[in-house]
């Protein structure tokens, strides 16, 4: 029989969040970091952690690539997104940052978080919105 995992997972995309949380010593997650395009290994893990029925979320940048993640992940792995609708794009882009570059994304979980990252032309990294995301996990599930 296969594990269950009870706490919900976070996938994050860049080292700094990883390293926040263990800093920040955040109880009851299990936190996995692609560091960019998930490899081989973190592949194989976060099949096995989805195939254990673990509840995956994903957190990312706000750029077409880290759109373009987030689907992969949600396609392979039943992945979901987690604190990346508009809203959430809105409150990190009020803070600036750099132009959006590549092919642009349609999120399939939020198709107005696609408009208005084309209106606003920016990206939010995920760094910029650290303290938002470690607040959501230091307050529950």
């Known amino acids: 029989m296969q594990p269950v995992v009870d706490?919900?997972?976070?996938?994050?995309?860049?080292?700094?969040?990883?390293?926040?949380v263990a800093e920040r010593q955040v109880e009851g997650w299990v936190v996995v970091c692609t560091a960019g395009e998930?490899?081989?290994v973190v592949d194989e893990v976060l099949g096995l952690l989805a195939a254990a029925g673990g509840d995956l979320r994903y957190h990312g940048d706000f750029d077409w690539p880290g759109?373009?993640?987030a689907e992969r992940a949600?396609?392979?792995h039943g992945v979901r997104p987690w604190l990346m609708g508009v809203a959430d794009?809105?409150?990190g882009v009020a803070v600036g940052g750099p132009q959006?570059?590549?092919t642009p994304v349609d999120p399939s979980w939020d198709p107005e978080l696609g408009a208005a990252m084309r209106h606003h032309g920016h990206a939010?990294?995920?760094?910029?919105?650290?303290?938002?995301?470690?607040?959501?996990?230091?307050?529950g599930r």
């Open 89 to 91: 794009y809105l409150a």
């Open 67 to 69: 759109l373009a993640l």
């Open 7 to 20: 706490a919900p997972v976070l996938v994050c995309e860049n080292p700094q969040v990883l390293e926040a």
């Open 124 to 139: 939010v990294h995920e760094e910029t919105v650290l303290p938002r995301l470690l607040d959501a996990m230091g307050h």
């Open 38 to 40: 998930p490899n081989l």
């Open 100 to 102: 959006l570059v590549g």
């Open 74 to 76: 949600a396609g392979r």
